[in-house]
C-alpha cells in the first residue's frame, strides 16, 4: 500500500508513506514514494495514529434505562442502578457480547483503534470478564482490547471482592484496578490500593485505579497510589482514573501533591463528559465541574489522556464513541483552550493514550511498526478539532478497517 500526499502532525510540507507487509516503510517527501496497486490519495488531508479511548467501560454500555434511569445523576446511584440492573434483570452472555459489540462497531466507526475498558469482577461467574476476553481475541484485527479487573462494589468492602480481583487477573485481565474511594473506610481503601499493586507485581500486570471519584476533598488515595508506584519502581506502568477529587483540593495541598506526583510519574485517564455529568450534585451554587486539574498535570510534564467511559449506561445516558467530541468537550471544561494548547491537543486521544496504555513500542507513524492511522478530513490538528472533522480512512496492520465518503452539502 501507498498512501501519498499526506499532510503529518507537526510536520511542514506533504509525504508519502509505504507500507509492506502491514508495516510503515520509507516516509519520504511526496512524490517519492513510487508506485502501489493498492493507493490512498490523501490529497494534502491529516494522517494521523488511531484514537485511543484509555478509559471506557464495554460491560456496562448500552445498558441505560435498566431497570431504571439515574434520576439524581450521582455516582453512587449509577452503581446501585447497576448492582440492580445485576439482580432484577440477570445478565447473559449474548446480552452483554451484543452491547460490547454495538459499542466496539460505533467506536470503530468514528477512527478508535484501541481500547482500555474496565470490566465488573463483582461475579463469581466472571460473566463479564469471560465475554470481554472472548471479544478482545475476536476483535484483535479491528480494535486493540486492554481490560482491567474492576472490583465495582470493592475489594474489602465487597464480599470475596479481593479474591474475585485475583481470579479476573488470573483469567487474562491486562490491568489491575480499584476503587478505594468507594470503600468503607479509608483503612479499606488504602488496604484495597496496596493490594491493586501486590497483584500487579504478583502477575506482571499493569494497574489502573478509579480513584478520588468523589467531590470529597478529604478523598486523598491519589497520594497512596503515587507513594507505591514511586517506591515499587513500577511508575508509568500505574494509571490513576478519574482523580476528581483534585478538583476540590486546596492549593497548598496540591504543591505538597505534585512533587509525588512528578517523582511516580504516573499517567491519568480523564472523563470529562461523565464527570462533569456525575461531579457537584451535592452543591447548590457555584457547582463543580469536578473535572480534575488536566492544565496544571499536563504543565507538569504528566501524561493525560482522555477516555469516553461511559456509553449510555447508569452512569451517563449519552455517549457515541467518538474521541473527537470528548475532547472537544474537554478541552472547554478544562479551560485548555490557548491557540498551541488546541493545536496540540489530539496527544489527549492519541499519543498520550498509547503511553496511558503502555503500547507505545508498537504505536505511531514510524518505520517498522504496525501501519496503523487515520485519514482525516482536515488539512491541520486545529481545524480537525475545531470541527470535529470526520475520519475518511481507518487503516490497521496495512488493511482498511472503515471507509467514510466525506458529505455533500448543498447550499440553497
Not at 49 to 57: G, K, L, N
Not at 73 to 95: C, M, N, R, S
Not at 171 to 189: A, S
Amino acid at each position: 500500500m501507498l498512501v501519498k500526499n499526506a499532510k503529518l502532525r507537526k510536520k511542514d510540507g506533504l509525504y508519502d508513506i509505504t507500507i509492506t507487509g502491514g508495516k510503515f516503510g520509507k516516509i519520504v517527501p511526496a512524490g517519492q514514494g513510487g508506485a502501489d496497486p493498492e493507493t490512498i490519495d490523501a490529497a494534502g488531508k491529516l494522517v494521523i495514529p488511531p484514537y485511543c479511548d484509555s478509559h471506557v467501560h464495554l460491560d456496562y454500555a448500552m445498558t441505560a434505562g435498566v431497570p431504571h434511569h439515574n434520576l439524581s445523576g450521582t455516582l453512587f446511584e449509577g452503581i446501585q442502578i447497576w448492582a440492580d440492573h445485576k439482580a432484577q434483570v440477570p445478565l447473559t452472555k449474548e446480552y452483554m457480547r451484543e452491547n460490547a459489540i454495538k459499542t466496539l462497531e460505533l467506536m470503530r466507526s468514528y477512527g478508535v483503534q484501541h481500547v482500555r475498558s474496565h470490566v465488573d469482577t463483582g461475579d463469581e461467574n466472571m460473566l463479564g470478564v469471560k465475554t470481554l476476553l472472548e471479544l478482545k481475541e475476536e476483535y484483535k484485527d479491528k480494535v486493540d482490547i486492554q481490560l482491567v479487573a474492576f472490583p465495582q462494589d470493592g475489594v474489602y468492602t465487597y464480599k470475596k471482592g479481593a479474591e474475585l480481583l485475583e481470579e479476573a487477573v488470573k483469567l487474562g485481565c491486562d490491568c489491575v484496578g480499584g476503587i478505594p474511594h468507594f470503600e468503607y473506610t479509608r483503612e479499606y481503601g488504602v488496604k484495597s490500593v496496596e493490594k491493586t499493586f501486590e497483584l500487579a507485581e504478583k502477575y506482571d500486570r499493569l494497574i489502573d485505579i478509579h480513584c478520588d471519584e468523589i467531590d470529597d476533598e478529604a478523598s486523598r488515595f491519589l497520594e497512596v497510589a503515587a507513594t507505591l508506584a514511586y517506591e515499587s519502581g513500577l511508575t508509568d506502568k500505574v494509571t490513576a482514573s478519574h482523580t476528581v477529587a483534585m478538583h476540590s483540593y486546596n492549593n497548598a495541598y496540591c504543591m505538597k501533591l505534585f512533587n509525588i506526583l512528578k517523582k511516580s510519574k504516573i499517567n491519568f485517564a480523564v472523563c470529562p463528559h461523565e464527570n462533569t455529568h456525575l461531579q457537584g450534585r451535592a452543591d447548590a451554587y457555584p457547582k463543580r465541574r469536578g473535572v480534575t486539574r488536566v492544565k496544571e498535570l499536563l504543565d507538569a510534564g504528566l501524561n493525560v489522556s482522555f477516555g469516553q467511559d461511559s456509553i449510555s449506561d447508569p452512569w451517563y445516558p449519552l455517549g457515541t464513541g467518538n474521541m473527537l467530541w470528548v475532547l472537544e468537550f474537554g478541552l472547554h471544561v478544562c479551560q485548555y483552550m490557548g491557540y498551541d494548547e488546541i493545536s496540540n491537543s489530539l496527544d489527549l486521544i492519541t499519543e498520550n493514550g498509547a503511553k496511558t496504555m503502555h503500547i507505545t513500542d508498537r504505536y505511531g507513524i514510524g518505520e517498522g511498526k504496525p501501519a496503523d492511522f487515520l485519514i482525516i478530513d482536515a488539512e491541520n490538528d486545529f481545524e480537525a478539532v475545531q470541527y470535529l472533522k470526520d475520519v475518511l480512512y481507518s487503516v490497521k496492520n496495512g488493511k482498511i478497517i472503515m471507509k467514510r465518503d466525506p458529505a455533500v452539502v448543498t447550499l440553497y
